[in-house]
């Protein structure tokens, strides 16, 4: 079993900055991705930054120049730096990793519980 718990969420006013972080725990033989979704009630949920096994790094056009997406697979962290936030990135903000359990297997995504990131304008 994997757990992941996010922490950093909150509010802020609009032009304001926030850092999530995502920690992991359980049986963990290698990260093979880290993503970070966003979902708003009503509407689907939304891949906000990838990254990828070689760290390779995207990010949704909607994000580009404001959020940082970064890991350290030895802490079995992730953290996303967002900054100059608007109202409409006001969202519950889920972690995602793709674990494997044993070196060579196949990997299976774990989420976070979410974080509730709220900008004020």
């Known amino acids: 079993q994997v757990q992941l718990v996010e922490s950093g969420g909150g509010l802020v006013q609009a032009g304001g900055s926030l850092t999530l972080s995502c920690a992991a725990s359980?049986?963990?033989?290698?990260?093979?991705?880290m993503r970070w979704y966003r979902q708003v009630p009503g509407k689907q949920r939304e891949l906000v930054a990838t990254?990828?096994?070689?760290?390779?790094?995207t990010y949704a056009d909607s994000v580009k120049g404001r959020f940082t997406a970064s890991g350290d697979k030895d802490k079995k962290m992730q953290y996303l730096q967002m900054s100059n936030l608007r109202p409409e990135d006001s969202a519950v903000y889920y972690c995602?990793?793709?674990?494997?359990?044993?070196?060579?297997?196949?990997?299976?995504?774990?989420y976070g519980q979410g974080t509730q990131v709220t900008v004020s304008s």
């Open positions: 995602n990793m793709d674990i494997s359990p044993a070196i060579n297997a196949y990997g299976k995504n774990w």
């Open positions: 359980g049986i963990i033989a290698d990260i093979n991705a």
């Open positions: 990254i990828s096994k070689a760290g390779d790094k």
